[in-house]
């Protein structure tokens, strides 16, 4: 199951969507993971995933250079405050806002598929 879950996730993030979100969702669900080992599980496999998929996407200049370049320092400090906060939340409290932060953007999803299609509707007209 954990490899099925895995291969799932990974091609997910692969294509830019957020599998790490799945993974963690799935491997709570079906693998009993708790929402800390599942976190830090998504991390681990998160650096494989980007790493290859930056070198492709590097390699076929499908990256901005000079933004990625603007937005690393960004990057680093959300990574290390995410991290200082993830070790000081406790479990019950981390799987709640996940639950929140899972829900609000699947309603975000819904409500942009909708407009979406409103928008391709009026210019079929």
Request: charged share 15%; proline share 1%.
């Amino acid at each position: 199951m954990l490899i099925l879950i895995s291969s799932i996730s990974s091609i997910l993030a692969g294509m830019g969507i957020g599998g790490g979100a799945i993974f963690v969702l799935l491997s709570t669900m079906f693998v009993n993971f708790d929402q800390k080992e599942a976190q830090l599980l998504n991390l681990i496999s998160f650096l494989s995933v980007s790493f290859g998929a930056t070198i492709f996407n590097i390699t076929n200049k499908e990256v901005d250079v000079k933004m990625a370049k603007k937005m690393l320092p960004f990057t680093v400090i959300g990574s290390l405050v995410g991290t200082y906060f993830f070790n000081k939340i406790n479990e019950q409290k981390l799987s709640k806002y996940f639950t929140y932060f899972l829900l609000l953007i699947g309603i975000y999803e819904i409500i942009s598929s909708v407009n979406k299609m409103k928008k391709e509707k009026n210019n079929t007209k």
